[in-house]
């Protein structure tokens, strides 16, 4: 080929690639390099970050502890029963549920106005308080047990903490041995002791013994071992019976306590519940071995403030000590407005007087109501003599319970809130036995508010005589409607 031609094929492929289609594929063609260039060198990096940012969320997702690594008292605890049934209570209400909260124990009362107002003229108070409590609070939280009981106390004998519950727990872990509970008995007390390590034993009780405790029973506990104390904490009016105690029962369990060397805690914290406004303290009888348990939950209205007091005797100051220094290093204080507040609730002026007077009212003709309603379907229920609280059994229902499946406390009370909407809470979270169909009953879901309007209305007739059936179906509408509810249920099975 001659140069000619050879130039002229040159050209002609000069030409060719200056055309702008040529010259737009060669540039897309750049760009693909370009891009494969970035995908080989930088990509892989990102990919590697990204793929480390997802196992790191992996990671964050995954629980850090396991129940293996959680100590084993604590493992194995369940939320306490009241509390849950409570939550479960009012989810269900959320959801659209018609929910009667039978289940748990809260005071249905407002708190004394007067009690509320001092919470207000102190709402500034700021400072740290000391650890046994502020002392005019101590001062006149044993002016109220001296003069209740006739036993001398001073400040002293007092330590405020926050709630009962958390200074009975503090008791119980000061103490070295076991704890002895009645069965049945308050859903917490049992566990506290399992966090502890500490052994529990049961006393039974019946619907026969009235559910009270006896001196034999406490005879054929013995003395402790060497080095050891033995708690026996007695609530009444009782969570979850209602029973109470009366003075010559009281004397027998205290001489009975003392031969046997046994620490009396009496947990009062419905000591002014008790319907008749006659409770007697078991520290009458066995003042220097007798601790006594109360706080602002429910003759107040006031759970939700967390404030309770304790009372020692000077024989039993160390055990004082010792709960004050472990107070010192977990809760310091309790909320300093509240222990001021708690000052004219201790005092109890005529306003407060008179607000216990028409809450014992109100509380007996619920008792009563129900007692009367559920005997007649058929269950057994002892009358309630203060507190909150009945414990009916349906063992008569056993056959007709079994055909439907239901064969525990803890079925039937599931079933009942299934079918029926009222929420209850079996025995057997009261340390009752699992074969037993028994249930703890709360009669606190009305409006005590309104309660105590309509009471006050009656103010100028005796107490004893104004609230009948009517009264309670009229102001407690809720109930009526258990009753009617368990009734049916029951005469349907």
Known sequence: MSIASNCSVLFRKQALCSHPWIQGIRASFAVLVWLLLVWLLVVPG?????????????????????????????????PSATLQINELSERLIREGRDIIRLGFGQSPFPVPEIVVDALRQHAASKSYLPVKGLQPLRETVAAYYQQRDGIKRTADSVMIGPGSKMLLFQLQEVCKG??????????????????????????????????????????????????????????????????????????????????????MVVDEIYDECRFDGEHHSLAKWYPEGTIISG?????????????????????????????????????????????YAAITAYQQPPEVKAYLGHCRQGLKAVAGYMQEHLTRSGVDVAPSSGGFYLFPGFDKYR????????KTADQFC?????????????????????????????????DGGALLKAIAQKSGQPLDSSLDNAFVEKHCPKIAEVCRRIDGWLKAL
């Open 414 to 446: 599931v079933k009942l809130m299934e079918d029926t909407g009222v929420a209850l809470l079996p025995g057997t979270a009261f340390g009752f036995p699992e074969d037993r169909i028994y249930t703890r009953l709360a009669y606190v879901d009305f």
């Open 295 to 339: 706080g602002l939950s429910k003759w107040c209205g006031a759970g939700g403030w967390r404030l309770g007091v304790m009372i020692f005797p000077h024989e039993l100051m160390l055990l004082q000590d010792k709960m004050a220094v472990i107070a010192s290093e977990t809760w310091s204080a309790v909320a300093a407005p509240i222990q």
């Open 178 to 263: 076991e704890l002895i509970l009645p069965s049945p008995s308050w859903v917490s007390y049992e566990p506290q002791a399992h966090l502890l390590n500490k052994p529990v034993r049961y006393i039974p009780t019946s619907l026969d013994t009235g559910w009270r405790i006896s001196p034999d029973q406490l005879d054929q506990l013995g003395p402790p071992e060497k080095d050891t104390t033995r708690l026996l904490i007695l609530n009444y009016p009782s969570n979850p019976t209602g029973a109470t105690y009366e003075p010559e029962q009281l004397k027998a369990l205290a001489e009975a306590a003392r031969r046997n060397q046994i620490i």
């Open 399 to 406: 056959e007709p319970l079994a055909a439907k499946g239901i």
């Open 46 to 78: 990102l990919t590697e970050n990204a793929v480390a940012a997802c196992s790191s969320q992996d990671n964050a997702s995954k629980e850090l502890v396991s129940m293996s690594q959680l100590n084993t008292a604590v493992s194995s605890l369940q």
